[in-house]
């Protein structure tokens, strides 16, 4: 008896375990489920749970001017930044894992600042310093600044690779007369390319996804989504907001999957 009661005991708290975890995850999904069927709407203002469905508002979306204008800004800086985060990150990675010093301690903390610091500060002082270089407003000032946010997620992923890549491989390569920029290229960045392929599309969707930054140092034809959506709610509930939220949401969620298979590779390739 005792030990059926026992059993029964640790049965319920597992039970209550699952149920924590997945009232968790309604708590963090739902609120991006809402905004898929808000986005098929037809009413002229946002509303849940949608009177009718129609596609309509994607059609309004693509025939606006500023809503398309702020949807390339948004790509081309997320491409720019997944790829200077990219190399930036990779290198810094390596660097860090190949040299053994007492400022590798410091460098990586450095590196990892930006992870801590509040992002509305990194953002004022952006601001600031943009001003006074003419920056502000501009697709390079916003690629730097949202490098920066990326930078940490890219060098965390790709040192992560690094850790699983055995280095005999790179010097044996320099030992059969390879420079050690070749041996890179030609041994160890194969061996790491999903780590990096994960750190790329990490940097992409943080580049996609940033508000903060984007609200003080973006404006005019530079404005990104974010800032567009923003500027929307401030002045109008404009319906289309739904619908580049769930644009913007499944562009986001087909990255962490591409992150997620190619992070899985990376484990197994090591494996």
């Known amino acids: 008896m005792i030990g059926f009661k026992q059993t029964l005991m640790a049965a319920l708290r597992g039970c209550w375990l699952y149920v924590l975890v997945l009232a968790t995850m309604l708590f963090l999904v739902l609120p991006t489920l809402i905004v898929i069927p808000m986005s098929l709407s037809d009413a002229r203002y946002l509303s849940f749970p949608p009177k009718s469905l129609s596609i309509e508002p994607f059609f309004s979306y693509f025939a606006s001017l500023e809503w398309r204008s702020a949807t390339v800004v948004s790509l081309i800086t997320a491409t720019l930044t997944m790829l200077l985060a990219t190399t930036l990150g990779t290198a810094a990675a390596y660097s860090l894992h190949v040299t053994q010093s007492r400022l590798t301690g410091v460098l990586r903390g450095l590196l990892m600042a930006p992870m801590i610091v509040p992002t509305i500060f990194i953002a004022i002082g952006l601001f600031f310093v943009y001003a ?116 913007m949401t499944l562009l986001s969620i087909s990255m962490l999957c591409i992150s997620i298979m190619a992070q899985r590779k990376a484990r197994r390739a090591a494996a």
């Open 132 to 247: 006074r270089m003419d920056m502000n407003n501009t697709i390079p000032g916003l690629v730097l600044a949202h490098t920066l946010l990326a930078l940490p997620y890219v060098v965390i992923n790709v040192s992560a690779g690094l850790r699983s890549y055995d280095m005999t491989l790179e010097q044996a390569a320099c030992i059969l007369g390879a420079t050690r920029l070749r041996a890179f290229f030609d041994v160890t960045l194969p061996q790491i390319r999903f780590s990096v392929i994960a750190a790329a599309m990490f940097a992409f969707a943080i580049s996609l996804d940033e508000a903060v930054i984007s609200l003080f140092i973006s404006g005019g034809d530079s404005s990104t989504l974010t800032k567009r959506m923003f500027s929307s709610l401030r002045s109008e509930i404009d319906p289309l907001i739904a619908v580049v939220a769930t644009l």
